[in-house]
């Protein structure tokens, strides 16, 4: 992992305000995004944090009541719908996830290299991320209606039973699950395609010259070489997935019953139905601690295959 | 590839730019609605020559009618036909009165995606023209609404000078919270104007602690929409009991044809206002009169088993994930021979491009119970003043205008339930709705309780704790236990909610 | 290599100048699914696999529009006909959806808020993200990395109070400015980290050869790695327009009756008392248009610029 520094390479002969420029290049190219970053977060983070201490509902005549760490308890001691919600949630990201990144893959081999159309396909292709969560989530949910919906109108056609969809605590979350899938596919293909356009073709030849099957190729070349922008893809995908709302809220409200409530659904209707802004905060907290611990899970394993490439 | 891409984006590029002139061809339209053409520069116009001038100025279709119109305005389509000239027998026109002491102020008003706000932006213009004041008029989905107020109070700011709130769900939160003006003094002082003309109940809806808090604009109902063909065809008359709407709903089932006997709502929240009804006809209620649940009567055990058996053995498919957008569909396609719900609803079912069955619907009031016929009738919406904002007179000389008694002619006689007891005992206030629904409407407010959901502060989290059972007796589980249950819950949650109060 | 000269005979630059490309491989694309060398066959199986894959391209294309294709043809439909059971292709086609959308509403105003919105967000998220990436790929700046990701990560309703807090202290709630700068917050994460895995996987020696010719560091970023990374940028950028353009929740509570985004005024079409379901799809239809054409004009405008810079470089 040797990587060598250009910037050794910086003559310093001159100090001119453009050398001094060129000598500092890792901080101006870091301090940016780091403030603009750090403006927007800070105060919103420590004022959630704060929060998730206090008891509050956002009234004008009585101030945020200190409570201590009673919120954080009574969600991980006394809520069963939280640790729920949590199972669901990553039920959800995981099965979303893994169909997505599998497809996605597949169609980025498949797109992979020139045809007649492309460019076409290749934004046709875009339009279910395109179209709007929330008239996406209402179109499906018209679509998912049991008596007058299009799937079970197409099931009957081929002579199979009406299925409940969305009205079904054991089918509700698989059909968010299919939504998703189909909805963000299309983002992971073109991540993938995105990155085998610029895998280098040295080893390619070196696989040619000495014979390697097709599938070896795959197995030994394309897939290590394109596993940095796989992590990467994956991981925000999954932070994306762990954080699912407008579908889900569009489609079922967390119903039937809670069957497809997720932590952020339960968050949004702590802090929005329910007006409880500290338990809501120290939700979030957690929800936010979870998916770093995950986030910097997958930047261990980049690293790891990082080194290789 | 390339001409044939060419060709695709050229067309896209196409559709958008026709998309584009058509916009802008219409934005002058549009803007009329919101803008006061010219009003606030023509201050010295007489109070009648601003009304025509308003009138002229507003959407197509306000002032074509006359009284002939009011025959027609029973269909959906003719909703905006209603007119000022049929009020005037009455109440002459909608801005006497209205003062020009605010003259250059401007308000902002936040409200819901509602016909209320469609009503008012059409006579907006005369108001603008008639008091020199500039209103700009925002509308979000009800789910949005709330989230947007409720940011906007909580961080203190005054962006919205009045908003439309909704006192069962949201009233007894934003008045605790100090998020609400009260308007006692300023109702009450008002004599011509007239508060003791809004009905008992809708003014008890408004009112926490003996202040007032808001102002009721809309009312609505519970009712039930039934096929009068399909009734006819069976011999079957409009329930008047639930066990005849019982019987009703078992003999109009009929899978096989997928035809099923009625369809309400069955997501655990939306259904609560719906099964209000059939708790309180059944003889139960949320809470008793020491502020205890009172969900663990038999009344209410039972209130729950019927609805949950009625959408179980006569509903169609899928009913746990249904809300009435759902419910409305499956009834406009002819799939469900009842359907119990707002009376507010109405104009959906009797629209001939929505609805296949447009002609052959009819009204009945809820049915009897063990307890009498009981419906819910409530006010769904009322104006409320922020306590920020920094307009508070020229605040309230709006609210004033927009809930006197010839603007809520106005606005009922195009189809939208209000709240004063004088337009709807005038033959003339009950013109914009068909003359049974009007019937049903009337007599069902007689019968009615005020409030559709647990009459608490954190009704949101009440919902869902009372709206369990349903969900339980829907799928057929223990409906006993999970009425304990919640039973249990809600004297918990109500032991909090009382001191959320204080 | 495994199938034709195709590659070769279609990007000569590419072979003379080592610089992998955007949009075409340097490999043909079946390099993975022809059965190595036996001369005679390959044409054969090269048409059949070609003539396969395109099939197979078409259908996974037909599968996921199905039901966009579903929501354009509900657009032209009167009510019943979207939600009745009967066959989806029989109706009489009105175009009422489309008048609604344009002639009941500003639909002009929504478009050009969300197009400044969106086009702002995504260019200044660029302009942060690329050098900010570029720096943590290069200069292996990992804390960097882990600090941007955790603005992705902080659920959305963490932000909404405060930043509604300070922004009506400075006074920018309503505008433009809140918008951009709160979808930055999610556009600029997202580019770069797409942008960490493109620059790595650049080769260093160019840089070091274009150092060693006396280019300085600022010269190397903009003249080689920045080129080269066009495939992921565009990419990147498409997908933060897009993220911009959908957002809803913040763009719900930050904007004024003027900067309203489209995706908030979808939601006309649902009120209190009904829903217009064809108002809804048409509105949805009308969306992605200008998405669409966006992505278009940029892919070709891309092909057209690389073709031309590749041999330049």
Redesign the interface.
Same mark, same amino acid.
């Given at each position: 992992m040797a990587?060598?520094?250009?910037?050794e390479?910086?003559p310093k002969r001159n100090t001119s305000f453009?050398d001094w420029?060129?000598?500092h290049?890792?901080l101006?190219?870091?301090l940016?995004?780091?403030i603009?970053?750090?403006a927007?977060?800070v105060?919103?983070?420590g004022?959630?944090v704060w929060l998730s201490f206090n008891e509050w509902?956002?009234?004008?005549?009585?101030s945020p009541q200190g409570v201590g760490l009673s919120n954080y308890t009574n969600l991980l001691t006394a809520d069963p719908r939280f640790w729920d919600s949590v199972l669901r949630t990553f039920l959800f990201s995981f099965g979303a996830v893994v169909a997505e990144l599998l497809l996605g893959l597949g #169609?980025a081999?498949?797109?992979?290299?020139?045809?007649?159309?492309?460019?076409?396909?290749?934004?046709?292709?875009?339009?279910?991320?395109?179209?709007?969560?929330?008239?996406?989530g209402?179109? @499906?949910?018209?679509?998912f209606?049991?008596? #007058?919906?299009?799937l079970?109108?197409l099931l009957r056609d081929i002579g199979i039973a009406?299925q409940? @969809?969305?009205?079904? %605590?054991q089918q509700?979350l698989w059909s968010l699950v299919m939504v998703d899938v @189909?909805q963000w596919?299309?983002?992971m293909a073109?991540?993938l395609?995105?990155?085998?356009?610029?895998?280098?073709?040295e080893p390619?030849?070196a696989a040619?010259v000495d014979?390697a099957?097709?599938r070896q190729?795959?197995f030994y070349l394309?897939l290590p070489?394109l596993m940095?922008?796989i992590v990467?893809?994956t991981?925000?995908r999954s932070?994306d997935a762990l954080?699912t709302?407008?579908i889900i809220y569009t489609?079922?409200?967390g119903?039937?019953?809670y069957a497809t409530e997720t932590i952020?659904t339960y968050?949004?209707?702590q802090?929005? %139905?329910?007006?409880?802004?500290g338990q809501?905060?120290s939700l979030?907290v957690i929800?936010?601690a979870m998916?770093?611990g995950i986030?910097?899970l997958f930047?261990q394993v980049r690293?790891r295959w990082?080194v290789q490439? | 590839m390339n001409r044939k891409s060419n060709t695709l984006g050229l067309a896209t590029l196409m559709l958008l730019l026709c998309g584009l002139v058509a916009a802008c061809g219409d934005t002058g339209a549009s803007t009329t609605n919101t803008a006061p053409t010219g009003g606030a520069v023509s201050g010295t116009t007489t109070t009648a020559a601003a009304t025509n001038a308003g009138a002229a100025t507003t959407a197509a279709g306000t002032t074509t009618g006359t009284t002939a119109a009011a025959g027609a305005a029973t269909t959906a389509a003719a909703a905006g036909a209603a007119t000022t000239a049929a009020a005037a027998g009455q109440t002459g026109n909608v801005v006497a009165g209205v003062s020009k002491n605010f003259s250059g102020k401007q308000l902002r008003i936040i409200t819901a995606n509602h016909p209320w706000n469609e009503g008012i932006k059409k006579v907006l213009p005369q108001f603008e023209q008639a008091s020199g004041m500039k209103i700009t008029v925002e509308n979000y989905f009800e789910d949005q609404l709330s989230q947007k107020l409720q940011i906007g109070l909580t961080s203190g700011s005054s962006g919205a000078d009045v908003f439309m709130f909704r006192p069962l769900q949201e009233g007894k939160l934003f008045a605790n919270n100090g998020w609400l003006n009260d308007l006692s003094a300023k109702a009450q002082g008002a004599s011509e104007w007239n508060w003791s003309d809004f009905q008992d109940a809708a003014r008890s809806t408004v009112t926490f602690d003996n202040k007032v808090y808001g102002i009721p604009i809309v009312t609505e109902r519970e009712i039930v929409y039934y096929r009068k063909d399909l009734f006819e065809q069976a011999g079957l008359k409009a329930p008047t009991t639930l066990e005849e709407l019982t019987e009703a709903a078992k003999k109009l089932t009929d899978p096989a044809k997928g035809q099923y006997g009625l369809v309400m709502r069955g997501q655990r929240s939306p259904a609560v206002t719906q099964f209000s009804s059939f708790l309180y006809s059944s003889g139960g209620t949320w809470t008793t009169s020491d502020g205890k649940s009172a969900l663990g009567t038999p009344e209410a055990l039972s209130a729950y088993k019927l609805y949950g058996d009625l959408l179980k053995n006569y509903g169609p498919q899928g009913t746990l994930n249904m809300s009435w957008p759902q419910a409305v569909a499956i009834f406009q396609q002819g799939k469900a021979a009842m359907w119990i719900d707002a009376d507010s609803l109405y104009t959906n079912v009797l629209d001939p491009a929505k609805s296949i069955i447009a002609d052959k619907v009819g009204y009945a009031q809820f049915p009897a119970g063990k307890a009498g016929s009981k419906p819910y009738n409530i006010t769904s919406w009322a104006l409320g003043m922020n306590a920020a904002s920094g307009n508070q007179d020229a605040a309230w000389e709006f609210i004033r205008w927009a809930t006197s008694a010839p603007v809520v002619m106005q606005l009922q006689q195009s189809g939208l339930p209000g709240a004063r007891s004088t337009v709807w005992n005038s033959p003339d206030g009950l013109k914009g709705f068909p003359e049974e629904y009007a019937k049903v409407a009337q007599s069902s407010a007689k019968a009615g309780v005020g409030f559709d959901r647990p009459p608490v502060v954190n009704v949101g989290e009440a919902r869902d704790i009372v709206g369990n059972p349903i969900v339980i007796s829907i799928q057929g589980g223990d409906v006993a236990g999970a009425v304990k249950e919640a039973d249990q819950k809600f004297n918990a949650f109500l032991d909090k909610d009382k001191n959320a109060k204080s | 290599m495994g199938g034709t000269g195709m590659s070769q005979a279609t990007r000569p630059e590419n072979r003379a100048t080592e610089l992998p490309t955007p949009d075409t491989t340097n490999r043909p694309a079946d390099s993975r699914l022809s059965t190595g060398r036996k001369a005679g066959a390959t044409r054969w199986d090269y048409v059949l696999l070609q003539g396969l894959r395109y099939v197979a391209i078409v259908l996974i294309t037909i599968i996921f529009l199905l039901p966009f294709l579903w929501m354009t043809l509900s657009s032209f439909k009167t009510q019943i006909d979207i939600t009745t059971s009967k066959n989806v292709f029989q109706f009489t086609p009105t175009t009422e959806n489309y008048q609604n959308v344009f002639g009941q509403y500003n639909y002009l105003l929504y478009l050009v808020n969300s197009l400044v919105v969106a086009v702002g967000s995504t260019f200044l998220s660029l302009v942060l993200g690329l050098p900010a990436a570029y720096a943590i790929a290069r200069y292996r700046v990992g804390w960097l990395g882990v600090v941007l990701l955790t603005a992705r990560i902080v659920p959305g309703i963490t932000f909404l109070i405060p930043w509604y807090i300070i922004f009506s202290r400075i006074g920018i709630i309503g505008s433009y400015w809140a918008l951009i700068l709160s979808h930055m917050l999610v556009g600029l994460p997202f580019i770069a980290w797409i942008m960490i895995s493109f620059f790595e996987s650049l080769p260093v020696d160019l840089e070091e050869a274009a150092r060693v010719d006396g280019a300085t560091a600022f010269g190397a970023f903009f003249r080689i790695s920045l080129p080269l990374a066009v495939p992921g940028i565009i990419t990147a950028s498409i997908m933060s327009f897009i993220f911009s353009w959908n957002n809803f929740m913040f763009s719900l509570v930050l904007s004024g009756d003027n900067t309203k985004t489209l995706p908030i005024a979808i939601f006309n079409f649902i009120s209190y008392s009904s829903v217009d379901w064809g108002g809804l799809m048409a509105a949805a239809v009308v969306i992605t248009l200008p998405v669409l054409l966006l992505t278009l004009m940029v892919q070709r405008y891309v092909v057209a610029g690389l073709t031309s810079g590749a041999t330049k470089g």
């Open positions: 990587v060598s520094n250009p910037a390479y910086s453009v420029l060129n000598r290049i890792k101006i190219f870091i940016p995004s780091l603009f970053v750090l927007m977060m105060f919103p983070i004022y959630t509902n956002g009234s004008a005549r009585q #169609i081999l498949l797109l992979q290299g020139k045809f007649f159309g492309q460019n076409f396909i290749k934004t046709l292709i875009l339009l279910p991320m395109v179209a709007t969560p929330v008239a996406i209402m179109a @499906w949910l018209l679509m209606e049991p008596t #007058i919906g299009l079970n109108a009406p409940p @969809w969305l009205g079904s %605590e509700a @189909w596919t299309p983002m073109l991540i395609l995105a990155g085998l356009t610029v895998l280098p073709e390619y030849e040619r014979g099957s097709p190729r795959f394309t070489l940095p922008t990467v893809a991981l925000l932070i954080k709302f407008d489609m079922t409200r119903g039937p019953g952020n968050g949004y209707v802090s929005f %139905e329910y007006f409880k802004l809501a905060s979030l929800f936010f998916v770093l986030s910097l930047i690293r990082g490439a | - | -």
